[in-house]
């Protein structure tokens, strides 16, 4: 009877392909759930212990047919060499307002800020010499944008599980953050405590007399997708006999075109020309056509002037860009005659994500703002209230929208979470094929047309490609569509 149970033990050894070594005698296998019968039923329960084991299991197999409990791993105590939280960030408004919120729950807590660059642009280039150095930082904030290349280098950021969180903690987040957060493995490297969604503002006056849209419902249907929003710039083109763009700057439908992930701006790490030609495409022909204006840039006088001289439809905007003294009210004026759809693609543009340095070493302190800023519901609510961000918790968002208070003035009281709530749920955000080089890159080429307004999309785009491999030394992919 010995023998059959060894035979019985390798046969169901022999079906997981060898793959399962225990360590037990074999008077213990065999008739594996002891009615008396050997059996594919005694093969099918090692089978299970099995997947368990590759699962990461670590009960032996008696304890595992017993139903018994998981052994508990020993949990590394938190590193608390002091009580003082040093964060390193750029943007002082947010930070401190942050603090002030934080402080009313935690007045004792000590909290440092260390602030390098006058802006994100200006932190990203600095922030790895200074992480690098050694000196004293417990976290410090990134922009959404550029997050991916500290959180995949092991030499700038530590895991969230360092500081005891775990992605278990965020089922309230909003999807795409935490795609944001995760590096190439899929390990959860950063927290994102409000999101930037952004759609298409437009002036419903001017969509009434040139376009006869009448509703926010009406013009989202025009401009669905890039192919609707060429069709209605055209409309609105002849209709006004050329006075009024489609949208101010070309900057703005770059923000919304960045993040595509269909077309990654790189394939392992080499130049995939398919975003560009389809961004040079789509840049050039509103150029050429009129409906946009590709002399205005960013932050200049001219593009706050189209808005408030009625010479644009539209602006692509952000969250930060509809409050009080914000770029809706500086573009377009404080008449509320305008109204936000989600636009031809869901995107986001800016936002921070908190990472944790590899000098932490006030890791208590770290997680409990991070839990206050990016977990807590109760505390998100406060900090929503307190700042007016979208922060990233869909609960405190549909309360917010459940409450019938957050009409936006300057959007006729359209509250504008109706529409980015469900941008930010639908934004196609992989964090395996971003980069950090996503919206840099397409700025190249709007670059290039602004100094080159003559050349044909294949010569900008051979200009476009010399540049990237010149100033950022990378080669363009050899399986890149043509």
Request: proline share 4%; charged share 20%.
């Amino acid at each position: 009877m010995k023998l059959k149970k060894t035979i019985a033990f390798l046969l169901a050894v022999t079906t997981l392909g060898a793959q399962l070594t225990i360590s037990a005698s074999a008077e213990m296998f065999g008739d594996i759930n002891g009615d008396g019968a050997i059996n594919a039923t005694d093969a099918a329960s090692i089978l299970q212990y099995a997947a368990y084991v590759g699962a990461g299991g670590k009960l032996d197999l008696k304890g595992f047919l017993n139903g018994e409990d998981e052994p508990q791993v020993p949990v590394d105590p938190p590193v608390d060499e002091d009580s003082t939280l040093t964060i390193l960030g750029w943007n002082e408004y947010d930070l401190e307002m942050m603090l002030d919120c934080y402080q009313e729950d935690y007045p004792d807590a000590d909290v440092k800020l260390v602030l390098v660059g006058e802006n994100g642009g200006g932190a990203n280039n600095m922030y790895k010499t200074l992480l690098q150095s050694g000196e004293q930082i417990d976290l410090y904030i990134t922009e959404s944008s550029w997050a991916t290349s500290y959180i995949n280098d092991p030499g700038c950021a530590l895991p969230l599980s360092s500081v005891g969180l775990s992605e278990s903690d965020y089922t309230n987040a909003f999807p795409y953050s935490l795609e944001i957060g995760q590096n190439k493995k899929g390990e959860l490297y950063a927290a994102v405590p409000y999101i930037c969604p952004g759609g298409y503002c437009y002036n419903t006056r001017l969509a009434k007399e040139y376009l006869g849209i009448t509703s926010p419902e009406a013009m989202q249907a025009e401009i669905c997708d890039w192919d609707g929003f060429l069709q209605t710039a055209d409309k609105l083109h002849k209709a006004s006999k050329g006075s009024v763009t489609m949208t101010a700057t070309l900057g703005g439908m770059a923000h919304c075109f960045a993040i595509d992930s269909n077309m990654p701006t790189l394939i392992d790490g080499k130049l995939n020309m398919e975003k560009a030609a389809a961004f040079t495409k789509l840049a050039t022909e509103c150029a050429d056509k009129e409906y946009v204006d590709p002399e205005i840039l960013q932050w200049t006088p001219e593009w706050t002037n189209a808005g408030l001289l009625n010479e644009t439809m539209g602006y692509f905007y952000s969250t930060w860009c509809l409050g009080e003294g914000a770029m809706l009210e500086q573009n377009g004026g404080t008449k509320g005659n305008w109204a936000i759809v989600a636009g031809p693609q869901e995107y986001h543009w800016g936002g921070y994500a908190y990472c944790v340095a590899p000098t932490c070493n006030s890791q208590s302190e770290a997680e409990k703002f991070l839990r206050y800023f990016t977990v807590n519901t109760e505390s998100m609510r406060k900090f929503a209230d307190y700042s007016g961000y979208m922060v990233n918790n869909r609960t405190v968002i549909e309360d917010i929208m459940a409450s019938g208070n957050h009409g936006n003035p300057l959007l006729g009281g359209q509250d504008e979470y109706s529409v980015l709530y469900d941008v930010a749920m639908n934004i196609d955000f992989n964090n395996e094929q971003a980069s950090e080089y996503d919206t840099d890159l397409i700025y190249e080429i709007i670059g290039l047309l602004y100094r080159n307004p003559k050349l044909t999309e294949e010569e900008l785009l051979a200009m476009y490609e010399e540049k990237v491999l010149t100033d950022y030394g990378i080669e363009t992919a050899e399986e890149a569509t043509k």
